[in-house]
Structures are given as structure tokens and as C-alpha cells.
């Protein structure tokens, strides 16, 4: 069954009956292909934050398909300064959504991927410290790692100057983490968009006007603009509006 406020489809197969989480789950479902899904939220007029921080345009429905997606993935990509400033803890799930995965054939949990061109992340956080699977830092060449990452996460040079986001994902796939799901921030969205690297985005869009001031859910250098259709539109009755794009 649903659980707090309701979520309906309004397309492509319009109804009015909550979505319980079974149906809601295969809504989103797993890619039969290598997938690098990208979820965010934003305000109706483009802010990714309210106060600095993407928690105030997040309601229950937004969490209950942020939780969802998560359960979802074999790896969930973060830059480092979204790892910081949103202060991630160790990437857990419950009972329930554990099931799931090992009834789908999947790891008791996924896997924490960071991206940090300079390695200068602090191993006692509880993303790393508490990590119930030792989490992975893709990260340059020439970044000089401080004491102690080595020992709680796995880290992968690639690139010189900057990540190589695309001979970073391969190494994920050569790892097994065929399923990928971003969480930003938004500089990394921008440069997964300009490699081209993006399948899929989720995007929540709260009943909300925040004004001037928060930046876009992307940001970065200019890249071509790629075409992703639209596969389905999700109602909370709470007024937010949940959208899924993806390749065909």
C-alpha cells in the first residue's frame, strides 16, 4: 500500500489510484543496459535549493521515490562538495528495501561512488567511517589523498587535469555497477550532460516559488543539447509534479 501522501499517474496511463510501492517501483524500474540515471528536485521556477540546501524543496513524495531510486542502483554517484555540504551519512536501507535486492539478485546494499578532482575528503565522515560497502573516489591522477582515505575507500585515478568521467564510469561497469544513479550536485550533472554520459533524469518539481538567488540543478561549461524524451508524469497529492526522461 501507498504510504502518506499519495502519488498517481497522470501519463501516460492516467488514473486516479494511488500507486502502492510495488507499481511505483516498476515505474521506475532497472535499464536492461549499462544506465547512468541523474535525480534532483527543483522549485516551478528552477531553483536546486532553498537556503542553501536541496532539503526544502524536498516533501515526502520526493523522498519516497529518492529512496526508491536508491534502492534501485548497484552504485550512487556524488561529487564530493554535495558529499560535504548536504553532509551524507553512510548509504543505507531498511529491512524491506534490502529484501528487494537480494530477491532481485542484487548486494545487500549499493555502493557509494564520489567524484573529487582533488581526493581532499575526510575518512572519519560517516559516509566513508560507517559505510556498510567500502565506497569508491574516482579522482585525478596528480590528487594527493589525505591519511586514512585509502583505508576506508577504494580510489580510481583517471584523468589528468580533471575526472575522467567516461573512463570513470567504464571502470564502475568493469566493477559491476552497471546501474548508476546521480545525485549531483549540479557541476557534476553539468559535465556528465557534456560527456554526453546522462540516460535518464528524475526530477521532482515542488509546488514552489523561491525567487532570485539558487542556482539551476546544472551548471558548467556549455554542451550541445541532447534530446530525452518523456516517460512518464507522476502527481503527489501534495502538488509536486514527479517526471522521468530517459533514452529510448
Known amino acids: 500500500m501507498s504510504v502518506g501522501i ?16 510495488d507499481t511505483l517501483t516498476a515505474r521506475y524500474g532497472r535499464a536492461n543496459l549499462p544506465h547512468l540515471r541523474t535525480n534532483f528536485v527543483t ?4 531553483a536546486v535549493s532553498v537556503d542553501g540546501y536541496s532539503a526544502g524543496l524536498s516533501g515526502q513524495p520526493d ?15 556524488v561529487a564530493a562538495g554535495t558529499l560535504r555540504h548536504e553532509g551524507y551519512r553512510a548509504l543505507r536501507l531498511d529491512g524491506r528495501r534490502r529484501d528487494w535486492r537480494r530477491t532481485h539478485g542484487l548486494a545487500d546494499y549499493p555502493t557509494l561512488v564520489v567524484v573529487s578532482g582533488t581526493a581532499n575528503l575526510d575518512p572519519a565522515q560517516a559516509a566513508f567511517a ?4 567500502r565506497p569508491v573516489v ?4 596528480g590528487a594527493s589523498a589525505p591519511p586514512g582515505l585509502s583505508e576506508v575507500a577504494d580510489l580510481v585515478r583517471c584523468g589528468d587535469d580533471r575526472v575522467d568521467l567516461t ?3 567504464t571502470e564502475l561497469r568493469r566493477r559491476g555497477y552497471g546501474q548508476v544513479l546521480c545525485e549531483g550536485g ?3 550533472f553539468g559535465a556528465l550532460t557534456a560527456a554526453d554520459l546522462v540516460d535518464e533524469v528524475c526530477l521532482s518539481v515542488a509546488p514552489l516559488l523561491v525567487g532570485a538567488g539558487p542556482g539551476r540543478i546544472t551548471t558548467g561549461e556549455p554542451s550541445p543539447a541532447h534530446a530525452l524524451p518523456l516517460r512518464h508524469v507522476l502527481h503527489a ?3 509536486t509534479l514527479l517526471l522521468r526522461y530517459a533514452r529510448p
Open 130 to 133: 560507517d559505510a556498510p560497502v
Open 138 to 141: 574516482l579522482t585525478r591522477s
Open 237 to 239: 497529492g501534495d502538488g
Open 43 to 46: 522549485s516551478i521556477d528552477g
Open 63 to 77: 523522498k519516497r521515490v529518492f529512496g526508491l531510486l536508491r534502492m534501485l542502483c548497484d552504485a550512487l554517484l
Open 6 to 21: 499519495p502519488i498517481s499517474e497522470l501519463w501516460p496511463s492516467p488514473s486516479p489510484e494511488p500507486l502502492d510501492d
Open 167 to 169: 573512463a570513470g564510469l
Open 186 to 188: 549540479p557541476q557534476l
